[in-house]
């Protein structure tokens, strides 16, 4: 079955069966291996990537229901070589150990700061019940998320 | 406490992994993401019985199936794949194992033969064009079973008439290990003035790594070499075994490369099916072959963890002292051993069960037992959190009994650090430590002496606060090759380092382990720029192929940077000491006058005489005028093989508040102090002991494996095993201290699962002190703590 | 894991939809897909054709209609719910937003439909308890033409639904001046093991004159408690809620049905308290 989409901004066109799941479509299609599939049961999030702006598991959804969507993946987040302000703040305060949940992690929490640039930390851990870490115990992750948003803070302080 | 260290060192510097680039970018290889051309795909089909006879299996209609290009069962292999073997047994007791025909302890079959015995159980293998289309052959494969007994608890498959497992294996038993003075702790149990007893069970976990195992396997026929890349963490062991024990090839055709791996936690360090399959296929077919598990697979097909069933008991005096410890345990390794599993159910618990305190007379006996479930491997601090959960929930409950304070208890117990090192008579000497600073740290930090307050201050809250201590000697750094000879480690248990510079001055650092997620790209680099003096930029470090890296043992017990760090540390040195005594002749002075600092050698009070680290590289790779009997280049390895493990040790204490109207738990704060000996990167460490902790909580709080009377697991995915979130992990204040262990030359000790150890128990024991009660089995739900309030103290 | 094979289709129209869905009992639709994708994958669902309602704008939006009574077209996500400034204002400060501030986690959210989570049903689910205690009825068009589904009756099969019939919408009526929802959470699925609905209306005399009672999560589905309403009405806050009877609540390998009896009292007592509050700010 035809599906038409964007990826990362890119046309992509595909001849699916049904049945395939937009992961498998992103991973073993378009080659774009950053997005992961750690469960079966749309639990974990390390699937996580964008369908028209809003964070959600490809492991949970039909690749030829998202025919028409924008897909953007880990890979189209920023731009080669440059790193988001999210991105930085967990590479240099660590909140990544294996690697493996941390791409459906940063599509999850791009979201967050989209609706709110400055979270709180209960606001950033409930946010991450969608998205299962075994390496860190989350407490890097939600330090470099208060760090972004700090920094958004005294953006905002100093536009004033 | 502030570690000491000189300024602008490498050593002990909090420097962001380099290796999280890749991660956040999500461009980091995973092996699931390595898909060489014209790869084809392998699923399993898994057994759905716990015991079951395979009576026939029909795989005509698979075999036809589109896109299909194998269907193998059991038969089909019999003769050219051996079983897997076991390399760690029991040591220096009577074991009894499923054959091999090489006579090693073998651990069961790459397809089940006749007979399955666990859920999960590989039965036939399909290969084809997709995922997609293997699997749907898969599941049009017919196997007719006639359902067996099963038995699935280890104490009722030791009773008479209770279904065998294993032709080999009479009764079901394994192995029946002890360690320390039977009579001596029996007669001071008998005579003791006080003796508190309780019966444990230490749950069965699935460790539950993000990234589920898989493999790929590549065939060259015009070499007839075989390339696996797959989630091993110990690359040149697997390489070893499944060369010359299942495949039955020579060691020089096969080559083994994990890339980066998703988290481990014990389970990616044994052997599996799939991975002399795909090898196996890979040649049969003619086209590299990939298999990828999945969650529901991984649940049921991974190796566990835990799983100790106990009764144990602690006898002391009225007025504090521990005069004697006793564990029975029944240890459930599952349908087969896998690959290390009987010898961390018994020594790694046995030998650890007196924890930093000096018992006179110990003694464990470990029952390792057979039954119809997932085998057993390690999981996070492996052994020792067992050992440790029983002795931290005694403690407490000894300190009731004489109505003393739960740290005075643990205080007057604990090994003195006059009296280190110290033999605790189950087998270990610990090296070095101070249990007694740690403790009182950690009280400090606690504001320990302010808890009755906090507890009124909760009650008026409407809330029960408990506080837990918890404190442990974790064994680590699984090394000494011949000490380990005595563990029933069928193998050595060195590692290795590499250091090579090239003639622009970088270098190459090649080690032997693995890293699952411990950033080991970043803190060995430091290692070798802190005792090399240049810039980490310069440094690269290689790992995880067997055909690049030195021989190294892998990635397990807390071993990579307590006997692989020293191995680089070593081959450094060794790297700086020619290059000293190349440039010193290079200047025409003698090399005791040549000073070295941050990438020059020099002669002081002789400006003119310098020499470049980077020029005397290139001097090296040129060879002219080398002084007599140098060999040309840097390029030095070295094994190191400790002489005795190390010792990490520390204390925690958890403050829980507990809804008695509903028994909801909240882990309010958690203080950990940790002991690991000098720290290479403390941003790197800080995130284990977190990661370790959260692991914990998991256990004591949701986390149980559970499996019907018949085998079947009940908890085969995350819908159902319930892991801890974001919103689980409580607010930490950690602290360290830095006793340096004296078994090698860095005084490093392991840092990746010690302080999962202490946790379940810091958890467990302020559940009990908010409840006033006296046990509560894991994992502690909200129900549990209600009908524990509700039915009172002696539940 | 990875479905077995069926076809799809996506139509454009709901009388399409509702006839393809209609012409296979092996047919099932297709709507913001966090259940049915999971069982898929799972080979717990082996359906024929998957009838995706995604291209049926006629079944998304919010419409208020005079006097406060709210219609959500069925396809209308939990996220499209919770972000509505309409529903914010009206149902923010109550049950309904209280189980919008729980329930799934933001990912499942963002694809969850009201629709959806109403048809699959699953246990423990917090939008049930509000919607029995809000009077919630379903707009449902089949086969045989369309009809409305009363509040009482939704839960009353383990799925209202008849074969080839679809939600097209959920009325929701005014909330009372208090209602709340609280619930334990079950941990791997973040359900609720125990959830508990309540509305509240106080008379002059400040005490209850009208309220209902709603549970999720303890038994085979989520209903309504008359018997606790009716031991509650009349009474003065703060309202104590009588233990129910035993026979409804089950035992699972989650937690016992005593367990959730017992809960169920204590977690009414306090959406109880919540909601008075909130009726009394209001």
Redesign the interface.
Same mark, same amino acid.
């Given at each position: 079955m035809r599906t038409d989409l964007k990826v990362n901004g890119s046309p992509v066109q595909a001849d699916v069966e049904p049945r395939v799941l937009l992961v498998d479509l992103l991973r073993d299609v378009v080659g774009l291996t950053g997005t992961k599939v750690a469960c079966d049961t749309a639990q974990c999030g390390s699937c996580v990537v964008h369908v028209n702006g809003m964070s959600q598991k490809s492991c949970a959804i039909l690749a030829v229901a998202a025919d028409g969507a924008d897909v953007t993946t880990i890979e189209g987040i920023d731009e080669p070589g440059e790193l988001t302000g999210l991105q930085t703040a967990l590479r240099d305060l660590h909140g990544t150990q294996c690697g493996f949940c941390t791409p459906g992690m940063i599509m999850s929490l791009l979201e967050l700061l989209r609706r709110n640039p400055t979270p709180n930390e209960p606001e950033i851990r409930t946010w991450l019940t969608g998205n299962l870490c075994r390496c860190t115990g989350y407490h890097s992750v939600v330090r470099a998320v208060l760090r972004v948003a700090q920094e958004a803070a005294s953006a905002k302080e100093g536009a004033k | 406490m502030t570690q000491e260290t000189a300024t602008q060192r490498v050593f002990g510097a909090a420097i /962001?992994?380099r290796?999280?680039?890749? #991660? $956040?970018?999500?461009? %980091? +290889? #995973?092996t &699931?993401?390595y898909t060489p051309p014209g790869t084809i795909h392998m699923e399993l089909l898994r057994s759905e019985h716990g015991h079951a006879k395979i009576v026939s299996i029909d795989t005509t209609t698979a075999a036809a199936m589109p896109g299909v290009r194998a269907v193998i069962t059991g038969a089909d292999i019999a003769e050219k794949l051996l079983p897997l073997p076991c390399i760690w047994i029991p040591g220096g007791v009577e074991s009894h194992f499923p054959p091999h025909p090489y006579g090693v302890p073998g651990a069961g079959f790459v397809l089940a033969q006749e007979r399955v015995r666990f859920i999960g159980e590989s039965v036939a293998a399909v290969v084809a064009d !997709?995922?997609?289309q293997a699997?749907?052959a898969v599941?049009a494969i017919v196997v007719e079973y006639e359902p067996l007994p099963a038995v699935v608890d280890p104490r009722a498959a030791l009773a008479e008439g209770a279904p065998q497992l294993h032709e080999a294996v009479k009764g079901n038993l394994n192995a029946y290990w002890t360690c320390g003075d039977k009579d001596g702790t029996d007669k001071a149990i008998e005579a003791a003035e006080v003796v508190v007893e309780l019966d444990i069970v230490n749950q069965r976990t699935i460790?539950?790594?993000?990234?589920?195992r898989a493999a790929v396997g590549e065939y060259d026929p015009a070499t007839d070499c075989y390339t696996l890349h797959a989630t091993s963490q110990s690359p040149h062991n697997h390489r070893f075994l499944l060369a010359a024990l299942v495949l039955g090839i020579p060691f020089n055709k096969l080559r083994l490369v994990a890339t980066?791996?998703?988290?481990s #936690?014990g389970t990616k360090g044994y052997l599996y099916p799939d991975m002399p399959l795909v090898l196996y296929l890979a040649k049969e077919l003619g086209v590299p072959v990939k298999w +990828?598990d999945?969650?529901?697979g991984l649940m049921r097909s991974t190796v566990q963890g835990r799983d100790h069933t106990q009764k144990v008991v602690v006898a002391g005096t009225r007025d504090g002292k521990i005069t004697a410890l006793r564990c029975t345990s029944w240890s459930n390794l599952g349908a087969y051993p896998s690959t290390i599993g009987p010898g961390v159910a018994t020594a790694l618990m046995g030998r650890s069960i007196s924890g930093p305190y000096e018992i006179p007379h110990a003694f464990a006996e470990v029952y390792a037992v057979f039954t119809n479930v997932v085998p057993l491997g390690a999981q996070r601090g492996s052994g020792r959190a067992e050992a440790t959960y029983l002795m931290e929930r005694l403690a407490d409950r000894y300190a009731d009994a004489i109505g003393m304070d739960r740290a005075e208890v643990r205080l007057r117990n604990m090994v003195p650090p006059e009296k280190l090192p110290y033999d605790n008579g189950l087998g270990w000497t610990y090296d070095s430590g101070d249990y007694p600073t740690a403790l009182r740290l950690a009280l400090q930090h606690a504001g320990y002496d302010d808890v009755d307050r906090l507890k009124a201050e909760a009650r008026e809250r409407g809330k029960l606060l408990g506080v837990g201590i918890s404190s442990y000697v974790a064994i680590c750094g699984v090394g000494p090759s011949t000490r380990m000879s005595k563990e029933g480690m069928l193998g050595g248990t060195w590692e290795s380092g590499n250091v090579r510079v090239h003639p622009s001055g970088e270098i190459a650092v090649t080690i032997g382990s693995q890293s699952?997620?411990?950033?080991h790209e970043t803190v060995f680099a430091q290692i070798v720029a802190d005792v090399l003096q240049v810039s980490m930029d310069v440094i690269r470090v290689y790992r995880s192929d067997t055909e690049k890296a030195p021989y190294g043992q892998g990635t397990y017990g807390s071993r990579s940077y307590s006997v692989g760090g020293p191995a680089l540390y070593l081959a450094a040195q060794e790297i700086l000491l020619k290059m000293r005594t190349a440039a010193a002749a290079f200047m025409g002075v003698d090399q005791s006058v040549v000073e070295y600092r941050d990438g020059v050698f020099s002669v002081p009070g002789d400006p003119d005489k310098t020499k470049t680290f980077a020029d005397t590289a290139m001097a090296l790779w040129y060879g002219w005028n080398l002084p007599p009997g140098m060999q040309p280049t840097l390029d030095e390895t070295v094994f190191f093989d400790p002489p005795d493990f190390n010792y990490p040790f520390g204390s925690h204490i958890a403050f829980v508040e507990i809804d008695a !109207? !509903?028994g909801?738990v909240d882990v309010t704060k958690y203080v950990a102090v940790d002991d690991s000996g000098p720290i290479g990167n403390p941003? +790197?460490v800080?995130?284990q002991v977190?990661?370790?902790? $959260?692991?914990g909580l998991g256990q004591v709080l949701?986390e149980a494996a559970?499996f019907d009377d018949e085998g079947h697991l009940?908890t085969d995915?995350?819908?159902?095993? %319930?892991? /801890?979130? &974001? !919103?689980d %992990?409580p607010f #930490?204040d950690l602290d360290r201290t830095y006793v340096p262990s004296p078994h090698n030359p860095m005084g490093v000790k392991g840092a990746g699962e010690t302080a999962t150890v202490p946790a379940a128990a810091a958890v467990s024991n302020a559940i009990c002190d908010a409840i006033g009660v006296r046990d509560i089995p894991m994992p502690i739900?909200?129900?549990k703590i209600?009908?524990a309030l509700r039915d009172g103290a002696d539940t | 894991m990875i479905p077995t094979t069926f076809e799809y289709t996506a139509p454009d129209t709901l009388a399409d939809a509702v006839r393809i869905l209609a012409a296979d009992p092996a047919n099932v639709a297709l709507a913001g897909g966090n259940g049915l994708i999971t069982l898929l994958q799972r080979r717990e669902l082996l359906p024929a054709t998957v009838v995706d309602l995604r291209k049926l704008d006629v079944l998304r939006g919010m419409r208020l209609a005079s006097g406060g009574r709210l219609w959500i077209g069925a396809m209308t996500t939990l996220t499209e719910l919770t972000d509505d400034p309409r529903v914010r204002a009206a149902h923010g400060n109550g049950a309904l937003g209280d189980v919008l501030a729980v329930t799934g986690d933001p990912q499942a959210r963002n694809r969850a439909t009201i629709g959806g989570t109403i048809a699959s049903a699953a246990p423990g689910s917090d939008l049930a308890a509000a919607l029995l205690v809000m009077d919630a009825t379903l707009d449902v068009i089949g086969p045989d033409g369309s009809r409305v589904i009363k509040s009482d009756d939704i839960y009353s099969g383990t799925t209202s639904l008849d074969h080839g019939e679809l939600i097209t919408g959920v009325h929701v009526e005014p909330a009372e001046p208090g209602s709340a929802y609280v619930r334990l959470t079950e941990r791997a699925t973040m359900h609720a093991l125990c959830g508990v609905a309540v509305t509240v209306a106080l008379g002059m005399d400040g005490a209850v004159n009208r309220c209902r009672i709603a549970t999720t999560g303890t038994s085979t589905r989520p209903a309504r408690l008359t018997e606790l309403e009716r031991a509650v009405l009349a009474t003065h806050p703060p309202i104590s809620v009588p233990v129910p009877d035993a026979s409804r609540f089950v035992d699972d390998a989650l937690a016992s049905g005593e367990y959730r009896r017992q809960m169920t009292s204590i977690l009414a007592k306090r959406a109880f308290a919540r909601a008075v509050d909130r009726a009394r700010n209001a």
């Amino acid at each position: 079955m035809r599906t038409d989409l964007k990826v990362n901004g890119s046309p992509v066109q595909a001849d699916v069966e049904p049945r395939v799941l937009l992961v498998d479509l992103l991973r073993d299609v378009v080659g774009l291996t950053g997005t992961k599939v750690a469960c079966d049961t749309a639990q974990c999030g390390s699937c996580v990537v964008h369908v028209n702006g809003m964070s959600q598991k490809s492991c949970a959804i039909l690749a030829v229901a998202a025919d028409g969507a924008d897909v953007t993946t880990i890979e189209g987040i920023d731009e080669p070589g440059e790193l988001t302000g999210l991105q930085t703040a967990l590479r240099d305060l660590h909140g990544t150990q294996c690697g493996f949940c941390t791409p459906g992690m940063i599509m999850s929490l791009l979201e967050l700061l989209r609706r709110n640039p400055t979270p709180n930390e209960p606001e950033i851990r409930t946010w991450l019940t969608g998205n299962l870490c075994r390496c860190t115990g989350y407490h890097s992750v939600v330090r470099a998320v208060l760090r972004v948003a700090q920094e958004a803070a005294s953006a905002k302080e100093g536009a004033k | 406490m502030t570690q000491e260290t000189a300024t602008q060192r490498v050593f002990g510097a909090a420097i /962001p992994p380099r290796e999280n680039a890749g #991660f $956040v970018r999500g461009e %980091a +290889v #995973f092996t &699931a993401d390595y898909t060489p051309p014209g790869t084809i795909h392998m699923e399993l089909l898994r057994s759905e019985h716990g015991h079951a006879k395979i009576v026939s299996i029909d795989t005509t209609t698979a075999a036809a199936m589109p896109g299909v290009r194998a269907v193998i069962t059991g038969a089909d292999i019999a003769e050219k794949l051996l079983p897997l073997p076991c390399i760690w047994i029991p040591g220096g007791v009577e074991s009894h194992f499923p054959p091999h025909p090489y006579g090693v302890p073998g651990a069961g079959f790459v397809l089940a033969q006749e007979r399955v015995r666990f859920i999960g159980e590989s039965v036939a293998a399909v290969v084809a064009d !997709t995922p997609y289309q293997a699997l749907d052959a898969v599941n049009a494969i017919v196997v007719e079973y006639e359902p067996l007994p099963a038995v699935v608890d280890p104490r009722a498959a030791l009773a008479e008439g209770a279904p065998q497992l294993h032709e080999a294996v009479k009764g079901n038993l394994n192995a029946y290990w002890t360690c320390g003075d039977k009579d001596g702790t029996d007669k001071a149990i008998e005579a003791a003035e006080v003796v508190v007893e309780l019966d444990i069970v230490n749950q069965r976990t699935i460790n539950n790594p993000m990234e589920p195992r898989a493999a790929v396997g590549e065939y060259d026929p015009a070499t007839d070499c075989y390339t696996l890349h797959a989630t091993s963490q110990s690359p040149h062991n697997h390489r070893f075994l499944l060369a010359a024990l299942v495949l039955g090839i020579p060691f020089n055709k096969l080559r083994l490369v994990a890339t980066n791996i998703g988290g481990s #936690f014990g389970t990616k360090g044994y052997l599996y099916p799939d991975m002399p399959l795909v090898l196996y296929l890979a040649k049969e077919l003619g086209v590299p072959v990939k298999w +990828v598990d999945t969650r529901h697979g991984l649940m049921r097909s991974t190796v566990q963890g835990r799983d100790h069933t106990q009764k144990v008991v602690v006898a002391g005096t009225r007025d504090g002292k521990i005069t004697a410890l006793r564990c029975t345990s029944w240890s459930n390794l599952g349908a087969y051993p896998s690959t290390i599993g009987p010898g961390v159910a018994t020594a790694l618990m046995g030998r650890s069960i007196s924890g930093p305190y000096e018992i006179p007379h110990a003694f464990a006996e470990v029952y390792a037992v057979f039954t119809n479930v997932v085998p057993l491997g390690a999981q996070r601090g492996s052994g020792r959190a067992e050992a440790t959960y029983l002795m931290e929930r005694l403690a407490d409950r000894y300190a009731d009994a004489i109505g003393m304070d739960r740290a005075e208890v643990r205080l007057r117990n604990m090994v003195p650090p006059e009296k280190l090192p110290y033999d605790n008579g189950l087998g270990w000497t610990y090296d070095s430590g101070d249990y007694p600073t740690a403790l009182r740290l950690a009280l400090q930090h606690a504001g320990y002496d302010d808890v009755d307050r906090l507890k009124a201050e909760a009650r008026e809250r409407g809330k029960l606060l408990g506080v837990g201590i918890s404190s442990y000697v974790a064994i680590c750094g699984v090394g000494p090759s011949t000490r380990m000879s005595k563990e029933g480690m069928l193998g050595g248990t060195w590692e290795s380092g590499n250091v090579r510079v090239h003639p622009s001055g970088e270098i190459a650092v090649t080690i032997g382990s693995q890293s699952t997620g411990q950033s080991h790209e970043t803190v060995f680099a430091q290692i070798v720029a802190d005792v090399l003096q240049v810039s980490m930029d310069v440094i690269r470090v290689y790992r995880s192929d067997t055909e690049k890296a030195p021989y190294g043992q892998g990635t397990y017990g807390s071993r990579s940077y307590s006997v692989g760090g020293p191995a680089l540390y070593l081959a450094a040195q060794e790297i700086l000491l020619k290059m000293r005594t190349a440039a010193a002749a290079f200047m025409g002075v003698d090399q005791s006058v040549v000073e070295y600092r941050d990438g020059v050698f020099s002669v002081p009070g002789d400006p003119d005489k310098t020499k470049t680290f980077a020029d005397t590289a290139m001097a090296l790779w040129y060879g002219w005028n080398l002084p007599p009997g140098m060999q040309p280049t840097l390029d030095e390895t070295v094994f190191f093989d400790p002489p005795d493990f190390n010792y990490p040790f520390g204390s925690h204490i958890a403050f829980v508040e507990i809804d008695a !109207t !509903t028994g909801e738990v909240d882990v309010t704060k958690y203080v950990a102090v940790d002991d690991s000996g000098p720290i290479g990167n403390p941003l +790197v460490v800080q995130g284990q002991v977190e990661g370790s902790i $959260v692991h914990g909580l998991g256990q004591v709080l949701m986390e149980a494996a559970r499996f019907d009377d018949e085998g079947h697991l009940l908890t085969d995915d995350l819908r159902s095993y %319930a892991i /801890p979130r &974001a !919103t689980d %992990a409580p607010f #930490f204040d950690l602290d360290r201290t830095y006793v340096p262990s004296p078994h090698n030359p860095m005084g490093v000790k392991g840092a990746g699962e010690t302080a999962t150890v202490p946790a379940a128990a810091a958890v467990s024991n302020a559940i009990c002190d908010a409840i006033g009660v006296r046990d509560i089995p894991m994992p502690i739900t909200p129900e549990k703590i209600w009908r524990a309030l509700r039915d009172g103290a002696d539940t | 894991m990875i479905p077995t094979t069926f076809e799809y289709t996506a139509p454009d129209t709901l009388a399409d939809a509702v006839r393809i869905l209609a012409a296979d009992p092996a047919n099932v639709a297709l709507a913001g897909g966090n259940g049915l994708i999971t069982l898929l994958q799972r080979r717990e669902l082996l359906p024929a054709t998957v009838v995706d309602l995604r291209k049926l704008d006629v079944l998304r939006g919010m419409r208020l209609a005079s006097g406060g009574r709210l219609w959500i077209g069925a396809m209308t996500t939990l996220t499209e719910l919770t972000d509505d400034p309409r529903v914010r204002a009206a149902h923010g400060n109550g049950a309904l937003g209280d189980v919008l501030a729980v329930t799934g986690d933001p990912q499942a959210r963002n694809r969850a439909t009201i629709g959806g989570t109403i048809a699959s049903a699953a246990p423990g689910s917090d939008l049930a308890a509000a919607l029995l205690v809000m009077d919630a009825t379903l707009d449902v068009i089949g086969p045989d033409g369309s009809r409305v589904i009363k509040s009482d009756d939704i839960y009353s099969g383990t799925t209202s639904l008849d074969h080839g019939e679809l939600i097209t919408g959920v009325h929701v009526e005014p909330a009372e001046p208090g209602s709340a929802y609280v619930r334990l959470t079950e941990r791997a699925t973040m359900h609720a093991l125990c959830g508990v609905a309540v509305t509240v209306a106080l008379g002059m005399d400040g005490a209850v004159n009208r309220c209902r009672i709603a549970t999720t999560g303890t038994s085979t589905r989520p209903a309504r408690l008359t018997e606790l309403e009716r031991a509650v009405l009349a009474t003065h806050p703060p309202i104590s809620v009588p233990v129910p009877d035993a026979s409804r609540f089950v035992d699972d390998a989650l937690a016992s049905g005593e367990y959730r009896r017992q809960m169920t009292s204590i977690l009414a007592k306090r959406a109880f308290a919540r909601a008075v509050d909130r009726a009394r700010n209001a």
